[in-house]
């Protein structure tokens, strides 16, 4: 089997369904040039996905094409940004047709979805890694950003959490899956769902807004510390998932309650806004599931108050690739 | 040695000394936020630099940086655009002070140069690659692009080809170096300078435009494939530094010859002009060297006529990543 870069490119990743009017060169010269419409800000965000340390070795290449774009289209929502422009930098011990095929299947059954169009990329052999870049647009000055939360917001997170955390833990061996919904966990750790329209509808509401890819604690405490204030999460508020609420007496009470917490992967939105938004926030955010999970407060630092009083302290801050080297 | 991926991006990649008005969040936030100016159309170009693939394991760091960012600059140039923001994505088999040191270092003084902010990024584990994406403007409409060449343009290269591939093929003990010249070939292959101001410059006189990364014979392969035309090129016209000619007969005549056109990594421009804008392009390229080496012309295909009259076949058409496997 043998193929070109250029073969390659042309039939694994010219093969997306969407052709923007803003895309005035696409794929195949040494740069995309490309329209950001008029009164428009551009929204960047980068990510790579390693082999061995984002996902296991053996996830199948469909859900690493799409949890590729997945990622960075859950930054885009973060921001408040309608999603445009992606390109690729793929990195392959091999070309292996089968794989390309899954991977460029995952990759674009999303992208299409979301009206982004690969604009360019780079292919070569090594260590099997992804980077994606996404490009997308806010109304100029309305980016939302993690520096704006204000003491007295009320803190809130989509979705449900710990999910993902608990299906990569099964896959680790730490915890036997119980017969029950392990389908529905390993969904959630490899094809979250970006939540664009989400995102879109905070702007006018939501104060801060970060996504949830690190953990909460991890990730609301970047919101915290960007924003100087501090906050105040309810465990029992936490809100999970019938399938998470199973594992909660074989995992153990503060085990359990603390993965919600502390493990990512989720790509849910946290977000905080003032107590008089909630009446509009009911109107912005129809088809989901949000809840109000705690509170931003000006004493420094995240405090999590279990249902017995007691405080709990995350066992970790969320994933982070240097720490304790 | 302990140091939090947030350290670590805060001590050694928030270090640039470039503040562009028109960054409106940088580093820090789920994405950056960026304001193309108006009449400006956004030009995108990523490229991911692998250890022991494009570069050998020992390199040193700063050069690494340095190229990881020049390779990119070098795409700007080829289309025509000034820089103006890169994104970074480092995977590191660990957080190692020296090496991050030296890597910033080398990738600012070149980011600093040409006035390019880094905005956003991405440092994970695993094994070491570094993916840049560059962007940078063009008036609307104004881009160079590569399907543009029309028979009986002429065809030019900036600068001098070979030097690159010459000292990659002595570090890889292929020939032994002379004791002249070898730090020459070196700085040519770790530091290859951006022809940022000679892109810019062939604006409204070059039909064609590629940079050479994969050797003479493949770029512009895809200039003559992408505008649908043929070309001829003279080997004696091939422009070659006083260091590659002393290489000459240790080489041997055609092994040499074929090494100015089919190595990579030189970074030069190859542009076509039609023959009457030869008075233009001396007024537009007054500091580098720049020589007519062939023709285009309605012929498909690319010939490489030597001095004696025989046709060289050039012994590979360029690295490609995925052939012969």
């Known amino acids: 089997m043998s193929i070109t870069e250029f073969d390659l490119i042309k039939r694994y990743f010219a093969v997306g369904k969407v052709s923007r009017n803003d895309v005035i060169l696409g794929i195949g010269d040494d740069g995309a040039v490309l329209q950001v419409p008029h009164g428009k800000e551009l929204v960047v965000s980068i990510d790579t996905l390693v082999a061995g340390i984002h996902f296991p070795?053996?996830?199948?290449?469909?859900?690493?094409?799409?949890?590729?774009?997945?990622?960075?289209?859950?930054?885009?929502?973060?921001?408040?940004?309608?999603?445009?422009?992606?390109?690729?930098?793929?990195?392959?011990?091999?070309?292996?047709?089968?794989?390309?095929?899954?991977?460029?299947?995952?990759?674009?059954?999303?992208?299409?979805?979301?009206?982004?169009?690969?604009?360019?990329?780079?292919?070569?052999?090594?260590?099997l890694s992804v980077t994606v870049q996404l490009h997308g647009f806010v109304n100029t000055g309305e980016a939302l950003r993690r520096d704006t939360a204000r003491p007295g917001d009320l803190i809130y997170v989509t979705g449900t959490l710990g999910d993902a955390g608990l299906a990569l833990?099964?896959?680790?061996?730490?915890?036997?899956?119980?017969?029950?919904?392990?389908?529905?966990?390993?969904?959630?750790?490899?094809?979250?769902?970006?939540?664009?329209s989400e995102g879109l509808g905070l702007h006018g509401v939501a104060h801060a807004v970060i996504d949830i890819s690190d953990g909460l604690a991890s990730d609301l405490g970047h919101i915290i510390e960007a924003s100087h204030v501090g906050a105040t999460l309810y465990a029992g508020k936490i809100p999970v998932s019938p399938v998470f609420e199973s594992y909660r007496k074989v995992i153990g009470e503060n085990t359990w309650i603390d993965m919600a917490i502390s493990s990512g992967d989720d790509y849910e939105l946290c977000f905080t806004i003032n107590p008089e938004s909630q009446d509009m926030l009911h109107k912005r955010l129809p088809n989901i599931r949000y809840t109000n999970i705690g509170e931003i407060n000006t004493s420094s630092g995240l405090r999590c108050v279990l249902e017995n009083g007691y405080e709990l302290v995350p066992a970790s801050s969320g994933y982070d690739h240097f720490r304790g080297q």
């Open 57 to 127: 070795e053996d996830t199948d290449p469909e859900s690493i094409g799409y949890k590729a774009i997945a990622v960075n289209l859950s930054d885009m929502a973060a921001m408040g940004a309608e999603p445009a422009w992606a390109t690729l930098s793929l990195t392959l011990p091999e070309a292996d047709h089968n794989w390309l095929r899954a991977f460029s299947q995952g990759f674009f059954d999303l992208a299409d979805q979301f009206n982004v169009q690969l604009v360019g990329g780079d292919t070569c052999r090594g260590p």
């Open 169 to 196: 833990a099964i896959k680790q061996g730490k915890f036997a899956a119980l017969q029950k919904g392990y389908e529905y966990l390993l969904q959630r750790l490899d094809r979250p769902v970006p939540r664009i």
